[in-house]
T-cell receptor, first 116, second 110 residues
Framework: GAVVSQHPSWVICKSGTSVKIECRSL??????MFWYRQFPKQSLMLMATSNEGSKATYEQGVEKDKFLINHASLTLSTLTVTSAHPEDSSFYIC????????????FGQGTRLTVV | RKEVEQDPGPFNVPEGATVAFNCTYSNSASQSFFWYRQDCRKEPKLLMSVYSSGNEDGRFTAQLNRASQYISLLIRDSKLSDSATYLCVVNNQAGTALIFGKGTTLSVSS
């Protein structure tokens, strides 16, 4: 199967700082990647769809100026949580699908963000 | 109505038991359906796709009823290693992303 690598696995940061999370497709090219957020005992919530070479599409209620997404290459998408606050503490996870390979999603390992 | 609804459980069963999970979805245009498994603090992993004709993979059987917009997962002969959260997943209206249910937690005990 396709491999998606996400980094870092966990991060602790102070309020007001920014955190960048990387999502890489290691053995395939991903024109589209997806960013999800999961709070404890909640479902994965789609935050945005990241499109290579163009602006990301954000889901309703997700602040695009706070969650900056960059998809500059076919193997890398980044999510930057700007001016992080404790309420941003969550499990962030990316996924990608194989072009022409069906709708199955391959997930990164996730990033556990704690803002103190 | 939520896009994907599941009974959160938890389901506590002994080894060897048969357990069934149900899921309903709201978007009648959805074309792709899956069950994913998520272990605590880990990423979700695909368990199986769900087809209209129903499909079976070892001890796992998935069923889809498009008319009722209902998906099920049956696990036979439960093992301790089956303990996890099972996520019902459908594609979104645009068909571009996956929408997850809240998950059903299964705990299998000896």
């Amino acid at each position: 199967g396709a491999v998606v690598s996400q980094h870092p696995s966990w991060v602790i940061c102070k309020s007001g700082t920014s955190v960048k999370i990387e999502c890489r497709s290691l053995d395939f090219q991903a024109t589209t990647m997806f960013w999800y957020r999961q709070f404890p005992k909640q479902s994965l919530m789609l935050m945005a769809t990241s499109n290579e070479g163009s602006k990301a599409t954000y889901e309703q209620g997700v602040e695009k100026d706070k969650f900056l997404i960059n998809h500059a290459s076919l193997t890398l998408s980044t999510l930057t949580v700007t001016s992080a606050h404790p309420e941003d503490s969550s499990f962030y996870i990316c996924s990608a699908s194989l072009v022409g390979g069906g709708p199955e999603a391959f997930f990164g390992q996730g990033t556990r963000l704690t803002v103190v | 109505r939520k896009e994907v609804e599941q009974d959160p459980g938890p389901f506590n069963v002994p080894e060897g038991a048969t357990v069934a999970f149900n899921c309903t979805y709201s978007n009648s245009a959805s074309q792709s359906f899956f069950w994913y498994r998520q272990d605590c603090r880990k990423e979700p992993k695909l368990l199986m796709s769900v087809y209209s004709s129903g499909n079976e993979d070892g001890r796992f059987t998935a069923q889809l009823n498009r008319a009722s917009q209902y998906i099920s997962l049956l696990i036979r002969d439960s093992k301790l290693s089956d303990s996890a959260t099972y996520l019902c997943v459908v594609n979104n209206q645009a068909g571009t992303a996956l929408i997850f249910g809240k998950g059903t937690t299964l705990s299998v005990s000896s």
